[in-house]
């Protein structure tokens, strides 16, 4: 029955995520990136032994999870008490952020309302895998799926040179950047935007980046996962500004 639950629950999120995002997007679905049937589309959270992609589980007939695709992230029962049945254990390395001395969201007046620090919410789920030493198989609810050897973890980017996550991104904060930087053409995302704030009103990995499908036009490696189908145009619900600085 639990088997039956699992593939029902990624039945509906594929579903799902069909639904709401194919008609315009360019990246595969999660459930596009298998190896099957010569298909060659890969999508890197597609994290099953039938994936395409270069990190996925070992092909392990006496665990049936390893073919999953959900898994990795979500469980039907028994899930981490965070958000969206979530099966990953939160992770324990300290992550640090990006700080400079024009960043106004750091500033020691602007902290108290900004709350800018460690990684949190959503952001902190993202880092259970990309943190560079939790095993990608080290699932929440059961034993650790198996991973090759070699491809069982992911490098740490250190955030130091990341654009801001885990902040709140409010009227008050804004208020505050555009006082220091009134030519700069801040805002907040506009209703509507493809850019969504959590429910705090935080600025998130998940603002920029959809985890389950890229949303390009002209998917890159330097922004994966992209939640628009133009690059400029993401950055510009909050930057509105002309001409934007290069693509790092």
């Known amino acids: 029955m639990i088997k039956a639950l699992s593939v029902s629950l990624a039945a509906l999120l594929i579903s799902t995520m069909a639904t709401?995002?194919?008609?315009t997007a360019a990246g595969p679905l999660l459930s596009e990136g298998l190896n099957t049937g010569g298909n060659t589309k890969v999508n890197k959270h597609n994290l099953s032994s039938k994936s395409n992609a270069t990190f996925?589980?070992?092909?392990?007939?006496?665990?049936p999870r390893s073919t999953q695709i959900c898994i990795f992230c979500h469980t039907p029962h028994n899930s981490v008490p965070q958000t969206a049945l979530w099966n990953r254990k939160d992770p324990t390395r300290y992550f640090?952020?990006?700080s400079?001395?024009?960043?106004?969201i750091d500033n020691s007046n602007v902290r108290s309302v900004s709350q800018y620090g460690e990684p949190n919410g959503s952001s902190r789920l993202c880092l259970s895998c990309h943190?560079?030493?939790t095993a990608l198989g080290a699932v929440w609810n059961g034993p650790v799926i198996q991973f090759p050897a070699g491809q069982d973890k992911i490098a740490f980017l250190s955030l130091s040179s990341h654009h801001p996550v885990s902040f709140v991104y409010n009227t008050a904060v804004l208020g505050s950047i555009m006082t220091k930087k009134p030519t700069e053409g801040y805002q907040?995302?506009?209703?509507?935007?493809?850019?969504?704030l959590d429910r705090?009103?935080?600025?998130q990995c998940v603002a920029c980046h959809d985890p389950h499908q890229d949303q390009s036009d002209t998917p890159s490696a330097l922004t994966p996962f992209w939640v628009g189908p133009d690059?400029?145009?993401v950055c510009r619900e909050c930057h509105n500004i002309n001409p934007l600085p290069p693509n790092p």
Do not use: I
Not at 56 to 63: M, Q, T
């Open 96 to 98: 640090g952020h990006y």
């Open 131 to 133: 943190d560079g030493q």
């Open 20 to 23: 709401t995002t194919a008609a």
């Open 200 to 203: 705090r009103q935080r600025m």
């Open 100 to 104: 400079s001395a024009s960043l106004v």
């Open 56 to 63: 996925r589980a070992a092909s392990n007939p006496s665990d």
């Open 231 to 233: 690059h400029d145009a």
């Open 188 to 196: 907040l995302p506009p209703p509507g935007s493809v850019v969504k």
